[in-house]
């Protein structure tokens, strides 16, 4: 979300410059060009659409790398159309959507950004906005439309289900020649050791936050400032440490847990998370959300600990290669990663949500590292690192191949019944929005009004 908001503000930058460049170059018909760039093009309920809307969407979809001959402004528009036709209707239909979720997602999208750019004041330069304020209000109103539009969609297929019988019609109903072609799928486990951090590293960051906590208790030394000297967590380090969060604000539940435990003005003794160490000190309390400050110290590995790690993983290696061990079994007993240890090593697709990845798709490093791998071989040790950029070491093996062939209705029941499904929502989709618009204000102005829509924005008589 926060990559999509800084292309989509980079274009308001640029259209920024193409007004200004209007303006210079034709000096005798600046109500034309006001009208030509920041026209309504169109109102959807309580929605107005304005031609720098469109323009920028069109813009972000060039700088994703889109051909401009595969998307027109009509096709834009009627996607446009479409988000604020959900909007609205959310509005209308008391969706909820809290202030507190909105503001912790323009929260994360303003934290990404000043990790980006070094400071907040550069963020705002960049963005060409006076005030921190400003910009939050922006912000938020984009995100609550959009939050808005999503929720409105998802309440139209919520109940939507589709019984194996409509499966097989939809299946016989495809022509031999037209049935989907599924590319390579894999079935993967993996191992992961990670060297041991020895107890005298924990045990230093524990007493230099011990010890900030005291300077800042009783010496009178300011959170903020020790937050910008030592803290390591880039995205808060900057702004002296400090976040905005609410109980369904993505944090840890370890971090959540402590901060709002505290009052204001009360520091937090030194605890954990999978990050590291931290302490906190409570800002403010605001309703549902808080403020608060954080100092993050990541203890260090030595060499001799990952020397450890690089023997075991080798030995580890050596004993399924050998068939003195199963490599389920090996990850069971040896693996450090909690979210697959129990599973026998195996990765569950973040895409699908199941166990098969199809090798086209995969990310291009993991697919480097299996994608000549035979069933059942195991990868050689491949050294990773985890998230705070200290060194581990993974085993992967294939599990499962399914080469490439055309759908068929045993094997690939559950793709199938996918693809009904997703057909049964579109149709429930079409049949809601065709009903909406013509229960809906709207109007559509100017060169639009030509566009060949798959929705009757027009409204005209069938």
């Known amino acids: 979300m926060a990559n999509a908001s800084i292309k989509i503000y980079s274009q308001e930058i640029i259209e920024d410059e193409k007004k200004e460049e209007i303006a210079q170059e034709d000096t005798t018909d600046k109500s034309f060009q006001k009208i030509k760039i920041d026209g309504v093009a169109a109102v959807i309920g309580e929605y107005v659409i304005l031609e720098s809307d469109i323009t920028i969407a069109y ?64 963020v705002l330069k960049f963005y060409k906005k006076d005030s921190e304020a400003d910009f939050r209000k922006e912000l938020f109103e984009v995100n609550k439309g959009n939050r808005l539009a999503e929720q ?55 007493d230099r936050l011990k010890q900030f906590r005291t300077d800042i208790l009783e010496n009178g030394s300011s959170f903020a400032t020790k937050a910008v000297l030592y803290s390591q967590d880039p995205g808060s380090k900057s702004k002296g440490g400090k976040y905005t969060l609410n109980r369904q604000t993505p ?28 302490i906190i000190q409570l800002d403010k309390i605001r309703g549902e959300e808080i403020d608060v400050r954080h100092i993050l110290l990541i203890p260090d590995v030595t060499r001799e600990s990952v020397e450890v790690a690089q023997k075991l993983v080798d030995s580890v290696r050596t004993a399924v290669v050998s068939g003195s061990i199963g490599f389920k079994e090996a990850a069971r007993k040896f693996s450090d990663e909690k979210e697959t240890k129990e599973d026998g090593g195996q990765l569950l697709n973040p895409t699908t949500g199941d166990t ?31 998230r705070q950029g200290r060194k581990k070491f993974k085993l992967i093996t294939v599990l499962n191949r399914y080469d490439e062939h055309i759908a068929d209705y045993a094997k690939d029941y559950l793709k199938i019944q996918e693809l009904a499904l997703r057909k049964k929502q579109i149709e429930a989709i079409r049949e809601w929005q065709d009903e909406k618009i013509n229960d809906t204000y709207i109007k559509i102005n100017g060169d639009y009004r030509d566009c060949e829509f798959s929705g009757n924005w027009l409204k005209k008589e069938k």
């Open 152 to 206: 409105m969609r998802s309440k139209i297929i919520e109940s939507i289900e589709i019984t194996p019988e409509e499966v097989r019609e939809f299946f016989d109903e495809i022509p031999d020649e037209e049935r989907p072609l599924f590319g390579t799928e894999l079935e993967l486990a993996q191992i992961v050791i990670e060297p041991q951090i020895p107890d005298e590293e924990e045990q230093k960051v524990i």
């Open 356 to 386: 098969r990845f199809e090798l086209t798709k995969i990310d291009p490093i993991l697919y480097d590292q299996v994608s000549k791998l035979k069933t059942n071989e195991v990868s050689l040790v491949i050294p990773d690192q985890d």
């Open 251 to 278: 944090f840890a539940k370890e971090f959540k847990d402590v901060a709002f435990s505290l009052q204001e003005g009360e520091v937090s003794e030194p605890f954990k998370t999978d990050f590291g160490w931290h």
């Open 59 to 122: 813009q972000q979809l060039l700088s994703e790398g889109v051909s401009a001959a595969d998307v027109s402004r009509c096709e834009l528009a009627g996607s446009l159309f479409e988000n604020k036709l959900y909007a609205h209707h959310a509005v209308q239909d008391s969706v909820l959507v809290t202030d507190a979720e909105i503001n912790s997602m323009v929260d994360q999208q303003i934290n990404y950004m000043t990790t980006q750019l070094g400071t907040l004041d550069k």
